[in-house]
């Protein structure tokens, strides 16, 4: 995963930095500079020009294409100069070549001081090395000195760029410690920089192309991967000595790199945007064939012609391409984004200066820039698609995992559904068993009880009986277990005492607040029922009351009932002993099972007061 | 739980409103014999077919011109409420009082709805039923808190806004009949409702009368809605 965007600019910095430095710095003030020469031209093995040759002056720089137009093989530059009178420190002086091209042999006063390579074709490439050669002290003359360079070089028509046609720069000859560093930056930013950006984009091209392959819908990684690999390819030229091919063979392999880059370049452009075309899908690998076909057609002779030729075929069908994207993705309604800007910008900047390189003399600075511009922007390119590809991932990876959440929560639903369902059924099959057993009771026990309340002659029994069919209904109520609000139990409650009560001629006062929320169980509604009836049955039959007073209420979480009566009042020895028929015991048994309490205060002539207590648990608290 | 409703202290010298012809379906052989007589105390005269079959009973609701019938609920070949519903359709004038064992509003509910005036509990003592036959037969239905509660919760829900406007006839309560419904729900009787409405027994029983007519008309009407949708759909 690449940072964020500073991380990015660093990088930028980084590449840019040494590029700019490293480019160009002055030579020292004490130089001796060399801007003539003569030459006559020799053979390869020979360590003196060959025997009456003519001998020609010419002006440094000089290019054969200009003073020995289709001159190729072996030239010899001789020049003179006069001893610095007084050494500064006793140092060695040295000779500083900018360029010479292609291989160089250098002589002092006649004897061979330095061997830049093969002399002999294949010839060593140092077109870009510059050089510096130290001019042993020993050899040096007081008075006029005599260097020779022997340069064998190519001709102009043989090779597809002026920067590999044959010739020397101006020379310069300085104190060794004066230009040393002047020749480690230019090497730096000639040969060091090409090398390690075609190192990098090796590594990133090799990179990316894995990543394109593996990614199959993100072919544009792939041809980038490619495009970067052979660029790196491609810039061997530049830093590149040994020679390890014919110098044809080697312009030929040049010019099919160049194919590659533009074959590779278009598709990135064309995938980049979303487009596939099936004339560059066959046409691209059939133009690198056709190259290689021209090139050996036109013969070394014409070779530099094809180059350029092709160059500007190929320039053209990148800018080609670059129209073409930019058109796609505005249709798309987005902008090009900006490595892809960075990237066409770079290699319009490079290829137009490179262009203009083949016809007139650049600035040097310009000169040296332009094959460096594409592989920084390569570069970085690379590393935006990199960090893109690692957004998607991100992008990818957060989408993957909101599916995932939205899965399991999918999940989850379905769960809890299912078990909704079961307990729906569970309580379905509940319902069903409890109507069952509640028909069945009163389809039979409740005929045999109505039976006995309306046939027996006992007024005792049927009343037995009666009460005994009330409580079996009480019972199959409580069967359902479904809750009961507190205001429907009290309204229940009222109706069934007052009415009671009435029937028997005793006043009946009902107390008891509006609109309570709370819900009392099925169990504690029954229970609650069957004490009521006790006390009302206690005050009907036993007490001789003409008046009964309830009150209802809650205090402290617990449901509170008083009833209250005006008659005899219970004798401490029924309470206490016998109980009989008052059912005292089995109103307080009912309330101990529900956690209350039920309290009876009596005594004779005063009444009766009966408290029940009964905790209204959280269950049974307001839903 | 005894019928709420009934007055404090009420005793009829009046006969009860002129009943000749009634049916008696109840399956216990003791009971039915029981429920004659007890009829026969009341409605001194009247002709009794005596049924202990939904099927008998329905062959009586559709050959026999009848005032009242008094139904069971529970029976051996099904309920009774098809036979209160069936008497409803036929014989509108007639009227079907529920005899019962059945206290919950779970059974007596889609009785009402089918048109039965009142119920009974049947193990009461006998000058109770006595007593409440001869209410409702002079039009004072009993009318119990769950039973009330069940109608108010009928109603609201009908009164509910829906998305497609139901061509159901709009049955709707008088605010006096909710505020009676809602008193008797909350355990008044309907002597003591009377009191604190400033409103005669006679009213009273009115309203109640009204509330069970309402019930009956909208429930038939659903219920005839409902047989219409599924003989289309079905």
Same mark, same amino acid.
């Given at each position: 995963?690449?940072?964020?965007?500073?991380?990015?600019?660093?990088?930028?910095?980084?590449?840019?930095?040494?590029?700019?430095?490293?480019?160009?710095?002055?030579?020292?003030?004490?130089?001796?500079?060399?801007?003539?020469?003569?030459?006559?031209?020799?053979?390869?093995?020979?360590?003196?020009?060959?025997?009456?040759?003519?001998?020609?002056?010419?002006?440094?720089?000089?290019?054969?294409?200009?003073?020995?137009?289709?001159?190729?093989?072996?030239?010899?530059?001789?020049?003179?100069?006069?001893?610095?009178?007084?050494?500064?420190?006793?140092?060695?002086?040295?000779?500083?070549?900018?360029?010479?091209?292609?291989?160089?042999?250098?002589?002092? *006063?006649?004897?061979?001081?330095?061997?830049?390579?093969?002399?002999?074709?294949?010839?060593?490439?140092?077109?870009?090395?510059?050089?510096?050669?130290?001019?042993?002290?020993?050899?040096?003359?007081?008075?006029?000195?005599?260097?020779?360079?022997?340069?064998?070089?190519?001709?102009?028509?043989?090779?597809?760029?002026?920067?590999?046609?044959?010739?020397?720069?101006?020379?310069?000859?300085?104190?060794?410690?004066?230009?040393?560093?002047?020749?480690?930056?230019?090497?730096?930013?000639?040969?060091?920089?090409?090398?390690?950006?075609?190192?990098?984009?090796?590594?990133?091209?090799?990179?990316? &192309?894995?990543?394109?392959?593996?990614?199959?819908?993100?072919?544009?990684?792939?041809?980038?991967?490619?495009?970067?690999?052979?660029?790196?390819?491609?810039?061997?030229?530049?830093?590149?000595?040994?020679?390890?091919?014919?110098?044809?063979?080697?312009?030929?392999?040049?010019?099919?790199?160049?194919?590659?880059?533009?074959?590779?370049?278009?598709?990135?452009?064309?995938?980049?945007?979303?487009?596939?075309?099936?004339? /560059?899908?066959?046409?691209?690998?059939?133009?690198?064939? /056709?190259?290689?076909?021209?090139?050996?057609?036109?013969?070394?002779?014409?070779?530099?012609?094809?180059?350029?030729?092709?160059?500007?075929?190929?320039?053209?069908?990148?800018?080609?391409?670059?129209?073409?994207?930019?058109?796609?993705?505005?249709?798309?309604?987005?902008?090009?984004?900006?490595?892809?800007?960075?990237?066409?910008?770079?290699?319009?900047?490079?290829?137009?200066?490179?262009?203009?390189?083949?016809?007139?003399?650049?600035?040097?600075?310009?000169?040296?820039?332009?094959?460096?511009?594409?592989?920084?922007?390569?570069?970085?390119?690379?590393?935006?698609? /990199?960090?893109?590809?690692?957004?998607?991932?991100?992008?990818?990876?957060?989408?993957?995992?909101?599916?995932?959440?939205?899965?399991?929560?999918?999940?989850?639903?379905?769960?809890? *559904?299912?078990?909704?369902?079961?307990?729906?059924?569970?309580?379905?099959?509940?319902?069903?068993?409890?109507?069952?057993?509640?028909?069945?009771?009163?389809?039979?026990?409740?005929?045999?009880?109505?039976?006995?309340?309306?046939?027996?002659?006992?007024?005792?029994?049927?009343?037995?009986?009666?009460?005994?069919?009330?409580?079996?209904?009480?019972?199959?109520?409580?069967?359902?277990?479904?809750?009961?609000?507190?205001?429907?139990?009290?309204?229940?409650?009222?109706?069934?005492?007052?009415?009671?009560?009435?029937?028997?001629?005793?006043?009946?006062?009902?107390?008891?607040?509006?609109?309570?929320?709370?819900?009392?169980?099925?169990?504690?509604?029954?229970?609650?029922?069957?004490?009521?009836?006790?006390?009302?049955?206690?005050?009907?039959?036993?007490?001789?009351?003409?008046?009964?007073?309830?009150?209802?209420?809650?205090?402290?979480?617990?449901?509170?009932?008083?009833?209250?009566? *005006?008659?005899?009042?219970?004798?401490?020895?029924?309470?206490?002993?016998?109980?009989?028929?008052?059912?005292?015991?089995?109103?307080?048994?009912?309330?101990?099972?529900?956690?209350?309490?039920?309290?009876?205060?009596?005594?004779?002539?005063?009444?009766?007061?009966?408290?029940?207590?009964?905790?209204?648990?959280?269950?049974?608290?307001?839903? | 739980?005894?019928?709420?409703?009934?007055?404090?202290?009420?005793?009829?010298?009046?006969?009860?409103?002129?009943?000749?012809?009634?049916?008696?379906?109840?399956?216990?052989?003791?009971?039915?014999?029981?429920?004659?007589?007890?009829?026969?105390?009341?409605?001194?005269?009247?002709?009794?077919?005596?049924?202990?079959?939904?099927?008998?009973?329905?062959?009586?609701?559709?050959?026999?011109?009848?005032?009242?019938?008094?139904?069971?609920?529970?029976?051996?070949?099904?309920?009774?409420?098809?036979?209160?519903?069936?008497?409803?359709?036929?014989?509108?004038?007639?009227?079907?009082?529920?005899?019962?064992?059945?206290?919950?509003?779970?059974?007596?509910?889609?009785?009402?709805?089918?048109?039965? &005036?009142?119920?009974?509990?049947?193990?009461?003592?006998?000058?109770?039923?006595?007593?409440?036959?001869?209410?409702?037969?002079?039009?004072?239905?009993?009318?119990?808190?769950?039973?009330?509660?069940?109608?108010?919760?009928? &109603?609201?829900?009908?009164?509910?806004?829906?998305?497609?406007?139901?061509?159901?006839? *709009?049955?709707?309560?008088?605010?006096?009949?909710?505020?009676?419904?809602?008193?008797?729900?909350?355990?008044?009787?309907?002597?003591?409702?009377?009191?604190?409405?400033?409103?005669?027994?006679?009213?009273?029983?009115?309203?109640?009368?009204?509330?069970?007519?309402?019930?009956?008309?909208?429930?038939?009407?659903?219920?005839?809605?409902?047989?219409?949708?599924?003989?289309?759909?079905?």
């Amino acid at each position: 995963m690449l940072g964020d965007l500073s991380l990015f600019r660093r990088w930028i910095a980084a590449l840019l930095l040494p590029a700019t430095l490293l480019a160009w710095g002055p030579v020292a003030a004490q130089t001796l500079h060399v801007r003539s020469a003569l030459t006559q031209s020799g053979d390869a093995l020979g360590t003196a020009p060959a025997a009456g040759a003519p001998v020609l002056p010419v002006a440094l720089p000089d290019e054969w294409s200009r003073t020995r137009p289709g001159f190729d093989g072996i030239v010899w530059y001789r020049v003179t100069f006069e001893r610095p009178a007084a050494p500064v420190d006793g140092s060695l002086l040295s000779l500083a070549i900018e360029r010479v091209c292609s291989s160089f042999e250098v002589y002092l *006063n006649g004897g061979l001081i330095h061997g830049g390579g093969r002399m002999a074709p294949p010839l060593t490439n140092n077109c870009h090395h510059p050089q510096l050669v130290d001019l042993p002290t020993a050899l040096l003359r007081p008075g006029t000195n005599t260097i020779e360079l022997k340069v064998a070089g190519h001709r102009r028509e043989e090779v597809g760029s002026r920067w590999r046609a044959g010739g020397l720069s101006a020379l310069a000859i300085a104190p060794h410690a004066e230009v040393e560093a002047w020749h480690a930056r230019r090497t730096a930013a000639a040969v060091g920089f090409p090398m390690g950006a075609s190192a990098t984009l090796m590594l990133l091209g090799v990179f990316m &192309f894995a990543l394109g392959f593996v990614h199959r819908r993100q072919s544009q990684l792939a041809y980038f991967g490619a495009l970067a690999v052979a660029y790196a390819l491609l810039d061997a030229r530049l830093w590149l000595r040994q020679p390890f091919l014919d110098h044809q063979a080697f312009e030929l392999l040049l010019l099919v790199l160049l194919g590659l880059v533009t074959w590779t370049a278009v598709q990135f452009l064309l995938r980049t945007a979303g487009l596939r075309s099936q004339l /560059a899908d066959l046409g691209l690998p059939v133009q690198c064939a /056709a190259i290689v076909l021209g090139f050996v057609l036109a013969g070394p002779e014409r070779s530099s012609l094809a180059a350029q030729v092709w160059h500007a075929v190929l320039a053209l069908e990148i800018a080609v391409a670059v129209v073409v994207h930019v058109r796609q993705v505005r249709r798309d309604g987005e902008r090009p984004s900006r490595t892809i800007l960075l990237l066409v910008g770079a290699s319009a900047l490079s290829a137009a200066l490179q262009f203009a390189g083949q016809w007139t003399e650049l600035p040097a600075l310009a000169a040296l820039a332009a094959p460096l511009l594409l592989p920084v922007a390569l570069v970085l390119v690379g590393l935006g698609l /990199a960090q893109q590809l690692g957004r998607a991932l991100q992008a990818a990876e957060q989408t993957r995992q909101q599916l995932e959440q939205q899965i399991r929560s999918a999940a989850g639903e379905i769960e809890r *559904n299912f078990r909704q369902m079961v307990d729906l059924k569970v309580e379905q099959v509940i319902e069903r068993e409890r109507k069952r057993i509640a028909a069945d009771l009163h389809d039979d026990l409740g005929a045999k009880l109505l039976t006995i309340v309306h046939t027996s002659d006992s007024e005792r029994i049927s009343t037995l009986a009666r009460e005994a069919l009330e409580e079996m209904r009480l019972s199959v109520r409580g069967l359902t277990g479904r809750r009961v609000g507190l205001t429907d139990a009290l309204g229940d409650w009222r109706a069934e005492i007052v009415s009671r009560l009435a029937q028997t001629g005793i006043e009946g006062e009902w107390h008891a607040p509006d609109e309570l929320t709370h819900e009392l169980s099925a169990r504690t509604y029954v229970q609650t029922t069957r004490i009521l009836r006790e006390a009302t049955n206690n005050i009907i039959k036993h007490s001789n009351a003409t008046r009964c007073t309830v009150r209802c209420g809650i205090a402290d979480g617990d449901f509170q009932l008083v009833i209250e009566d *005006n008659g005899d009042g219970i004798a401490p020895e029924v309470e206490g002993r016998l109980d009989r028929g008052h059912g005292l015991a089995s109103m307080k048994n009912r309330a101990k099972q529900l956690q209350g309490q039920c309290l009876v205060e009596s005594g004779p002539g005063y009444g009766t007061v009966i408290r029940l207590t009964l905790p209204l648990d959280r269950a049974a608290a307001p839903s | 739980m005894i019928a709420a409703g009934a007055p404090i202290r009420f005793r009829s010298s009046s006969p009860g409103a002129q009943m000749k012809t009634i049916l008696l379906l109840e399956d216990l052989p003791e009971i039915r014999a029981w429920m004659r007589n007890l009829v026969l105390q009341v409605f001194p005269g009247a002709t009794i077919h005596e049924s202990a079959r939904v099927q008998d009973a329905l062959g009586v609701v559709a050959a026999v011109r009848l005032d009242l019938a008094l139904v069971d609920l529970g029976l051996p070949d099904g309920s009774g409420v098809g036979v209160v519903a069936r008497l409803r359709d036929l014989q509108p004038e007639a009227q079907s009082v529920v005899v019962t064992i059945h206290d919950d509003d779970e059974h007596l509910f889609p009785a009402l709805q089918a048109g039965a &005036f009142g119920y009974i509990l049947k193990e009461q003592a006998r000058e109770l039923i006595t007593e409440q036959l001869q209410r409702i037969s002079q039009g004072e239905p009993p009318l119990s808190p769950s039973i009330a509660r069940r109608v108010m919760a009928y &109603f609201t829900e009908k009164a509910k806004p829906r998305a497609n406007p139901s061509p159901l006839p *709009n049955v709707s309560l008088t605010e006096r009949e909710s505020e009676v419904l809602l008193r008797v729900a909350k355990g008044y009787t309907l002597p003591e409702i009377g009191v604190q409405l400033g409103l005669s027994r006679h009213t009273i029983a009115d309203y109640v009368k009204q509330i069970y007519r309402k019930l009956n008309v909208s429930s038939r009407a659903e219920a005839a809605l409902e047989a219409q949708r599924l003989g289309l759909f079905g």
